[in-house]
């Protein structure tokens, strides 16, 4: 697989820890449709580096002293015309940073004790516009979602479910409860292109970059509630 335009993924690491970047760097030097285009060790040197490379990806680590990751992904994705995404990367897999983190507008959310295979699948999958969180942060997140009171709306943003139609409230229900594409389908027997028709809509009219976006708006409507 490669980057969005067809061409190899360009990564930048951020990450206070030299070591984990040279680790991340040697991992990804095997891979032959990946290349680190840069290094950052704070936050505001990894939103300067994106602004000056413009990667497709930032694997990005939370806890760097000054600007951290949370506050670094926020200024990365609300850049005009981004499209730079931000897998965060860290051993902290506290209920606070997974929230923040996709309140920032990451697209992925893994823990570094995952296998390097799953950290480059990872890469791979939030390339290509899609978004993922660690199985054993899934739950972690939903329960955050459980506890926490409801919501006051942003001021720059208030999400309705104007404008969406029955079934496509079906499918954002669906996509809220972690369904796949092809589970969707199954679910609610209609063909793949119809699903990915669905999605693309959704996007469009929740203002969304990606499928992460769309559970915790899912959460936020109501549509998907934390359940045992």
Do not use: W
């Not at 891979?31 to 990667?55: C, H, K, N």
Request: aromatic letters at 4%.
């Amino acid at each position: 697989m490669t980057g969005p335009t067809g061409s190899t993924i360009r990564v930048v690491l951020a990450d206070d820890q030299p070591l984990v970047r040279a680790g991340l760097r040697v991992l990804m030097a095997d891979t032959p449709d990946i290349e680190v285009v840069g290094e950052a060790g704070t936050g505001a040197e990894a939103v300067r580096l994106v602004q000056d490379v413009r990667p497709d990806v930032v694997v990005m680590d939370i806890r760097m002293p000054g600007m951290d990751g949370i506050e670094a992904t926020r200024r990365i994705t609300a850049e005009p015309d981004a499209t730079t995404r931000v897998l965060v990367l860290t051993t902290f897999d506290d209920d606070d940073y997974v929230y923040g983190a996709l309140r920032a507008g990451a697209s992925g959310f893994l823990v570094k004790d995952m296998a390097l295979e799953q950290i480059l699948a990872a890469i791979h999958v939030v390339a290509a516009g899609e978004g993922l969180i660690a199985p054993s942060v899934t739950r972690r997140l939903i329960e955050e979602f459980a506890a926490r009171p409801e919501p006051e709306p942003a001021p720059q943003v208030t999400r309705t479910v104007d404008g969406i139609t029955a079934r496509e409230c079906e499918v954002l229900t669906l996509v809220g409860r972690g369904l796949s594409n092809a589970e969707i389908a199954a679910e609610l027997v209609i063909t793949m292109a119809t699903v990915k028709a669905h999605v693309a809509r959704l996007f469009t009219k929740l203002d969304s970059r990606d499928r992460v976006q769309l559970v915790i708006i899912a959460y936020e409507l109501g549509l998907v509630s934390p359940g045992p």
